[in-house]
């Protein structure tokens, strides 16, 4: 039963030596790397190092099962969206009203000898 999945590697002390460089060791590291090292095409030469940085496998049977995650639900405050709609109507509103007055009473107050 040969399942590439379940090994495991610790290849700290591989980092500075690889050929293909560290930074590609470290993105692979915590998870399944096997299409990683797959695309790479490497050479039997590379396959045969692994054994140096065997730890062991994974029992797959003991790693627990995706749970899939529901967010809990929200109370709502604010059923009502009503009056918050307003305000942000009159945010916008009472400010050109404001500006409209001071201009309608700045045309009708202009006094005629100017
Ligand atoms: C214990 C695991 C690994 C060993 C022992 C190993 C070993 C090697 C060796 C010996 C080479 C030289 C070329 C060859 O012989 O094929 C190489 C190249 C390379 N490796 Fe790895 N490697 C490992 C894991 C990885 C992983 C996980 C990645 C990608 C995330 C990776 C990416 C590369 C790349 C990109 C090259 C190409 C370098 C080039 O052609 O310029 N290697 N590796």
């Known amino acids: 039963n040969y399942n ?5 590697y610790d290849v700290t002390k591989f980092l500075e030596d690889h050929p293909g460089g560290d930074e590609v060791l470290l993105s692979a590291t915590g998870k399944d790397a096997t299409d990683d090292f797959e695309d790479v095409g490497h050479s039997s030469t590379a396959r045969a190092m692994m054994d140096e940085f065997y ?3 994974i029992d797959t049977a003991t790693i ?3 749970v899939k995650y529901t967010p ?3 109370p709502h ?3 009502d969206k009503t009056p918050e709609f307003i305000i942000k109507l009159l945010q916008f509103l009472v400010p050109l009203i404001i500006l409209a007055v001071a201009v309608g009473v700045r045309f ?3 006094s005629p000898s100017a």
Do not use: H, R, S
């Open 4 to 8: 590439v999945l379940e090994q495991v």
């Open 55 to 57: 730890v062991g496998d």
């Open 64 to 66: 627990p099962a995706n």
């Open 72 to 74: 809990p639900k929200q």
């Open 77 to 79: 405050y604010n059923q």
């Open 108 to 110: 009708y107050t202009k």
